[in-house]
């Protein structure tokens, strides 16, 4: 009772009587800015929203609920996966601007309790400065950077976000304009994340919707089948049971020697009305040549590793494939060629084709991944600069990249899609060899799934290239199969479209 009687005044009592309400051991009633509430605001009863907000509020310390939402993205490819790896850096890069920077620049003292109830105030106060509010700034950078990939989001992670930040002014540890300038912070920095990794685009605008022969259970389809393709399944199997009434034709496309696709098809080519093909990317090109040669649709059923074409097409799985076959729904899409030879996703001189072969020989002992680390290492170590001329303009580059239609982030960086396979387009990009380290800072920026900086890494859009190797003749790749060698190099678009298979719902 001493004690107490030597505390100042009423503050002390207040002190006093605050500590006994909420049960909680006596913070030392000296304590800059953190007066406890008056007598009035004291002993009151816990709402559940009270309890709610607080609890909200601590689950964001440090970003563990955003991480927590991050990492359930994680385990749904695509853009679910994308939008949790945007919004897990987005806030990486706002929590750490916030605390080294921004706060200790600021050192806003927090606001007093005497206007805000025990029972709303946190067990643990926070001991850095206000302004802006760290917590407010994160939730807008995880919520706005997901958006961008996946905006259907927002309708969940915004309201989320909102009411982190309100909880901070709820709880007492925050002014409205700290949690208002933190809000603006963190979505700034998603946004800017634009800049070193597009964001994809909206699914495929497939504009040119056509129609193709109708196949009840696939009669008059012809499919070419790669037996090595992808994981090793066989791909047949699911097409068989599917469209019964196709003719599967296995050939392995990269054999050694070559198959001639033109002698095994010419039996069938009379008699067919599609082509199918059920393969890699490589494949998928070589069946469709033959379809354009032959003026026949084309039926893709997804069997490869990373299916570019197919995705791009918004073909997503032999079941999309066989209900477009037997209901004869399809689109029109356009072919690239290089020196009139047709391919459908890229054409790459440098690195890329020396690397496909050291891949391919080290995938049945390692791993098609740890195969592709392992071969990357060995060719970029040792790759040599290529002296080109880019529609007569001389260049020095590692590696050059011509895309069919436009892609939406470096042709280098993955995941990159099309958001159209028919807007008339090439898509030029090269890996610049007068930059400092722009091979190490390519590779670190596949390995991080972003785009590599402009200034190294020039693109441009145009409708037809010509390319001159002063080196002597270089080896081309094709959808990722090697090619020929050669010193001249013509890029077009080749004037009719592949009509392709595609639901409407696909």
Partial sequence: MIAIRRLAGS?????????????????????????VASPTTIVTTARPVDVALRRLSRSANRGRLWF??????????????????RGAGSLAVTSLVVNTVL???????????????????????PRTT????GHAASAAAFA??????????????????????????HVGVHYASDVVAGAAFGAGVAMASRYWWPAAEPGPVLRERTSAPALPGGAGLVVVVNPKAGNGDDPG???????????????????????????????????????????GDGTVAAVAAAALRHGLPLAVFPAGTLNHFARDAGIRSVEDTARAVEAGDALAVEVATVNQVPFVNTAVIGAYPELVRRRDALTEATGRWLATAIAAGQVLRRQRTLHLTIDGKPVRVWTLFVGNCRYVSSPNAFPATRPRLNDGLLDVAYLRADTPFSRARAVLASLAWVGERRHAYPRRLVTELAVESLDGPVQIARDGEPGERTSTLRF???PDRLVVYRTDGG
């Fill in 130 to 133: 206000s302004f802006p509010s």
């Fill in 68 to 85: 927590a939402i991050g990492a359930v993205g994680l385990l749904f490819p695509g853009r679910i996966r994308r939008a949790a790896i």
């Fill in 237 to 279: 199997e699911s097409i068989r049971t599917r469209l019964p009434a196709a003719e599967l034709l296995e050939l392995d496309l990269a054999a050694d020697p070559p198959v001639d696709l033109a002698a095994e098809l010419a039996d069938r080519i009379p008699t067919a009305r599609a082509l199918g093909v059920a393969g």
């Fill in 11 to 35: 503050t002390g009592r207040r002190w006093l009587a605050g500590s006994i309400a909420v049960g909680r051991r006596p913070a030392a009633p000296w304590a800059p800015s953190r007066v």
């Fill in 103 to 125: 706060k200790p620049a600021t050192r806003r003292r927090r606001p007093l309790l005497d206007r805000t109830p025990v029972v709303r105030q946190l067990r643990r106060e």
């Fill in 144 to 169: 706005a950077g997901a958006a961008l990939e996946r905006p259907a989001s927002v309708l969940v992670l915004a309201p989320l976000a909102a009411a982190v930040g309100y909880s901070r002014v």
């Fill in 492 to 494: 077009a678009k080749l």
